[in-house]
């Protein structure tokens, strides 16, 4: 009956030209993995989210999985280089806020949560860093104990799997990741902290929150062997390349404040020598 459907309508119809709550921005997990042969990864890091896993392989390939909780697209090159992997990884995605990660990462199952919320609560922030918990402490870990800007003075302590990103800004101010640190490249490690680097040098606010959106598992690597002479030469490198005034100054903290990894073969001139070293060679072959 018309009369009916009438009276039972709303009195107060919703007005079409009325502001819509804006949408929680997009999210996207880029994951950096080597020789994956299944979809396994997904359930191993709890991937609860959209996410791109950029596998290094010996062969190229592309597949969509749909799951419940969004898309993982699978893309596998034979390229190597972890900082050629999350700079494809970037490239690729289309979602608004982009959280790096490694494969031997396990996410909580609200981490999507956590992070759409630090975002929310620091508008300003290009870049947010985020903790997780060690599984071991193999590799030195600083947990972040509470929210703190993060600058040149504290900004080489975090992983890249700590990093989310506002991926427009990041596209805006043309900023990857080096190719020459990390696993795969010449050089270990030092491809995040030039990152950051890179977005201080820019303007980029990064901010660092007390927010655990995981566990990390550092048995396994595939730049890090122990702390070596390999390991001081390829930091004396890093050093240079992140400041051509500051690379000795750099290699002098570092001696003096981690000498306690290699107390058992180096000692604090030694060190400081094989890091020299490394600096030299860095301002050479530039």
Not at 34 to 63: E, K, P, W, Y
Not at 68 to 95: C, F, W
Not at 221 to 243: P, Q
Request: include cysteine; charged fraction near 20%; aromatic fraction near 10%.
């Amino acid at each position: 009956d018309l009369d009916m459907i009438r009276v039972s309508s709303p009195t107060h119809q919703p007005d079409p030209g009325a502001a819509r709550p804006a949408a929680a921005p997009s999210l996207e997990v880029l994951v950096a993995t080597v020789d994956q042969h299944d979809s396994s990864l997904i359930s191993r890091m709890n991937l609860r989210t959209s996410a791109i896993i950029l596998n290094q392989a010996a062969c190229f390939g592309r597949a969509v999985i749909s799951t419940e909780h969004g898309d993982i697209e699978y893309i596998t090159v034979p390229q190597r280089g972890v900082g050629r992997n999350r700079n494809m990884a970037l490239i690729h995605s289309k979602a608004d806020i982009c959280l790096f990660a490694d494969d031997d990462v396990t996410y909580f199952d609200d981490y999507s949560v956590a992070i759409q919320k630090a975002f929310a609560a620091h508008l300003d922030a290009g870049v947010i860093i985020f903790n997780f918990d060690p599984v071991n402490t193999l590799r030195p870990h600083t947990p972040i104990k509470h929210v703190h800007q993060v600058g040149f003075h504290n900004a080489l302590r975090y992983a890249t799997y700590q990093i989310a990103v506002r991926r427009e800004v990041i596209l805006r101010h043309n900023i990857f990741f080096p190719l020459i640190f990390g696993g795969g490249a010449d050089y270990s490690a030092g491809e995040d902290s030039m990152f950051l680097a890179d977005c201080l040098r820019k303007g980029i606010k990064i901010v660092a929150v007390p927010e655990t959106l995981g566990v990390v598992d550092m048995r396994s690597s595939s730049w890090f062997t122990g702390f070596h002479s390999k390991y001081l030469f390829d930091k004396g490198v890093f050093f240079a390349a992140l400041s051509r005034t500051g690379a000795v100054p750099l290699a002098l903290q570092f001696a003096l404040r981690h000498h306690n990894l290699f107390r058992d073969e180096y000692s604090r001139p030694r060190m400081i020598r094989i890091m020299l070293k490394g600096i030299r060679h860095f301002r050479r072959v530039t």
